[in-house]
């Protein structure tokens, strides 16, 4: 079997690479010719624990290349995969999906044989039908199928999420298509995981649907926590007293600053507006997105009470920027509008995160400071913030935080710490749904 993968960003090369791990000839293509070389020279456009390694011995193995020749890629391809983004588009929030109907014509205009072409990209309801129209407008005499694979990966475990997924979602009505699909996902066949055959708009709606569920789950433990903190309850009691329920499950169910990142925030919203398009609304998804909006511009408020009231001429040590750990990526990270709101109100802010500083700095206002490890962040500071739970910020020593910081106060947004260890030190700690 041999794939292209068009699109070398998280999905795309993270599923290239993979399937190439399954033992699939790939070609991952990007128009960014400097990706392309960094990944010839085996650096990897992207932080993803454990990716260069893969990448390395499936290139060694000859069953994994890079190109910038989208036409050669697809010519005698079995498959061809749309990874492109699909961000939101500005002003109205739906998702742009310019990338995947550019891909789409490219990929005509070098089609050869029967091909199936295959959507990894989150897209909406009906792009299926629209990649096919554009495809067959360009291409009549072509022989090819349109399907929907949606890619349920994380950042920071994406290798292992596409090695040993919960399941594959294949929508398609196509026998002839499904049976290439089959065969490339051969090897999860092998290990038992469920495979989900359905309709094309069905697939498409999966994704959505799952990843608006997960984020419908994180608000309400957020706005649980605030109820906990309102009436002396512990929320990690509360998750564990609920999620124990196997109808309701226990992951998803960390509080936090609000959910971030290249997925969720784009998604809900994206889902929201075709929900309102298509007269069926989603009243309870449009509430998640307002509340967890809300949410994170309020975080900034929480350091200025923690500190009395205000921080103007202040210095505030900020550990953790990207919107989770084991990643550079800051898109949509709660960390934004926490640094904003706290320059804003006059402070110096003094950052570090282990691998997101420079995605940072595109992002951040002027004047923040950015600091070479977690401890330089602290001298003189009025209080130490912890948005993103990196393990690094677990192991730090708090008798030194004591002795750098200008007020033994720490504000813990993502709940590292024990708070009656941190009381026990001498700290003011505060931390989310736990008194
Ligand atoms: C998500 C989906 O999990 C994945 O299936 C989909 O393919 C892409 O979107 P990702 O964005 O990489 O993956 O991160 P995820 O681990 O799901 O976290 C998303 C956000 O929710 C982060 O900001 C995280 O901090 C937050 N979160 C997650 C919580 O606040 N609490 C939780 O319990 C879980």
Redesign the pocket.
Known sequence: MRIAMIGTGYVGLVSGTCFSEFGIDVVCVDKDARKIELLHDNVMPIFEPGLDELVASNVEAGRLSFTTDLKAAVKGADAVFIAVGTPSRRGDGHADLSFVFAAAEEIADALDGYTVIVTKSTVPVGTGDEVEKVIRARRPDAEFDVVSNP??????SAINDFLRPDRVVIGTESERARKVMKQLYRVLYLIETPIVFTSRRTSELIKYA??TF?ATK?TF?NEIADLCEAVGADVHDVARGIGLDGRIGK??????PG??????PKDTLALVRTARDSGAPLRIVETVVAVNDERKKKMAERVVTACGGSVAGKIIAVLGLT??PNTDDMRDS?AIDLVAGLVAAGATVRAFDPEGMDEAKKLLPDGVVYCDDSYATMPGAEALVIVTEWNAFRALDPSRIKSLLAAPRVIDLRNVYEPAEMRDQGFDYRSIGRV
């Not at 890619?151 to 920071?156: A, N, Q, S, V």
């Not at 992951?251 to 936090?256: D, I």
């Open positions: 890619e349920f990966l994380r950042e920071g799952g990843n997960l994180i433990i992951k998803f169910l960390h509080p936090g959910y971030g990142g290249s997925c969720f919107f989770k709660p």
